[in-house]
T-cell receptor, first 116, second 115 residues
Framework: AQSVSQHNHHVILSEAASLELGCNYS??????LFWYVQYPGQHLQLLLK??????LVKGIKGFEAEFIKSKFSFNLRKPSVQWSDTAEYFC??????????????FGKGTKLSVKP | EAQVTQNPRYLITVTGKKLTVTCSQN?????MSWYRQDPGLGLRQIYY???????DKGDVPEGYKVSRKEKRNFPLILESPSPNQTSLYFC??????????????FGNGTRLTVT
C-alpha cells in the first residue's frame, strides 16, 4: 500500500533558525504533492502544492518545498522560522493510477515548536 | 464567506448513544470527506463522497456511516459510539475533481469524547 513518511515527529527550533521537514512517499507513478499546516486549535490549511513543472514550489509565509522525483521526496523548507510558525505540518500525496484520480494520503504530521 | 461548517465543536457522549456530526459547505464543492485525527497517527480518512448520493469508504470506516443527500451537507453518523472513537474529526471539501487537483477546505473540527 502507498504510504507517506514524515521523518520527524517533533522539531524544536529557535527563532531565525532554518527549517527542513522531510516527506517521502512510496509510489513511483504520477503524484500530486501537498503540504498542509495546522496552527494550534485550528483546522488544516494549504501551505503549498506541486502538480507539475518547476520542482521548487513556493507557498505562503515564506515556505517552499522541493520535489525530488528520484528520491520520492517533497521536503518543506523555510530559511528563517518565526514563533508564529509553531504548528503541525502534514505532507499529503495523491497517487494517480492510469486514468483514475486516486485518493489523498496524509503523513502522520510533524510538530514544529519555535522558541522565541 | 466560503467555509466548511461543522457542528458541534465539542461533544461528550456515552457508549452506545447514537450521534450525528453535521458538516455543511457553501462553496458548491462536489467532493466531501471525513477524517479523524489522532496523536501520532495523523489524519485518516473515514468516508468520502464524490458527489450527491455517491459515497465510498476511506481507510477507517468501521463504526461510521455517512449520507450525501444534498451537495452541501455530509453528516457523519455514529450509530453506537465506542471509546475508541474518541478523536478529533474534520470535515473537508474540494471542487469538482477532488483533493488530488485542488486543495481541501477543512472545517474547524469536532472533538468527540466517548465515555
Amino acid at each position: 500500500a502507498q504510504s507517506v513518511s514524515q521523518h520527524n515527529h517533533h522539531v524544536i527550533l529557535s527563532e531565525a533558525a532554518s527549517l527542513e521537514l522531510g516527506c517521502n512517499y512510496s509510489y513511483g507513478g504520477t503524484v500530486n504533492l501537498f503540504w498542509y499546516v495546522q496552527y494550534p486549535g485550528q483546522h488544516l490549511q494549504l501551505l503549498l502544492k506541486y502538480f507539475s513543472g518547476d520542482p521548487l514550489v513556493k507557498g505562503i509565509k515564506g515556505f517552499e518545498a522541493e520535489f525530488i522525483k528520484s528520491k520520492f521526496s517533497f521536503n518543506l523548507r523555510k530559511p528563517s522560522v518565526q514563533w508564529s510558525d509553531t504548528a503541525e505540518y502534514f505532507c499529503a500525496v495523491n497517487v494517480r493510477y492510469g486514468g483514475s484520480q486516486g485518493n489523498l494520503i496524509f503523513g502522520k504530521g510533524t510538530k514544529l515548536s519555535v522558541k522565541p | 464567506e466560503a467555509q466548511v461548517t461543522q457542528n458541534p465543536r465539542y461533544l461528550i457522549t456515552v457508549t452506545g448513544k447514537k450521534l450525528t456530526v453535521t458538516c455543511s459547505q457553501n462553496m458548491n464543492h462536489e467532493y466531501m470527506s471525513w477524517y479523524r485525527q489522532d496523536p501520532g497517527l495523523g489524519l485518516r480518512q473515514i468516508y468520502y463522497s464524490m458527489n450527491v448520493e455517491v459515497t465510498d469508504k476511506g481507510d477507517v470506516p468501521e463504526g461510521y456511516k455517512v449520507s450525501r443527500k444534498e451537495k452541501r451537507n455530509f453528516p457523519l453518523i455514529l450509530e453506537s459510539p465506542s471509546p475508541n472513537q474518541t478523536s478529533l474529526y474534520f470535515c473537508a471539501s474540494s471542487p469538482v475533481t477532488g483533493p488530488w487537483d485542488s486543495p481541501l477546505h477543512f472545517g474547524n473540527g469536532t472533538r468527540l469524547t466517548v465515555t
